[in-house]
């Protein structure tokens, strides 16, 4: 198999919610309902749906969304963006909070710093060096 991309899909309790706060993240709606929708931002795509019954194709499989409370987490998404640093203070003024500073690993290489979405999904904002 070779594979054209890979396109995250996160389970959220609230599609419009959830839409306006990826928006400030940098995200463009490609599509909208309201159990659904499919954000673009540069050649990356997100998928937000709500959690409903299996369909038929997968009728063992049940999505929920994660407590956004915990501080345990699955995944994350990893947003790359050229500087960090700007980046985050863009997002406060956005009033977007994140869970710290921008940092620099010891390893060197990159400036992170780390956000939860409105469900709790843990997001990366990632600069590489």
């Not at 990826?22 to 990356?44: D, H, I, M, Q």
């Amino acid at each position: 198999m070779r594979a054209s991309g890979v396109a995250p899909l996160l389970v959220v309790k609230d599609v419009a919610t959830s839409v306006a706060f990826y928006r400030r993240l940098g995200f463009e709606v490609a599509t909208e309902w309201s159990t659904y929708a499919k954000l673009v931002n540069g050649t990356g795509i997100l998928h937000l749906a709500t959690p409903g019954d299996p369909p038929p194709d997968r009728p063992d499989v049940v999505l929920r969304a994660p407590d956004a409370l915990s501080p345990t987490v699955a995944a994350a998404i990893v947003v790359q963006v050229e500087d960090c640093r700007r980046a985050c203070a863009e997002l406060v003024v956005a009033g977007v909070g994140l869970l710290g500073e921008p940092f620099e690993p010891e390893w060197g290489g990159e400036v992170r710093a780390f956000l939860r979405d409105p469900d709790g999904h843990l997001i990366e904002i990632n600069e590489t060096r």
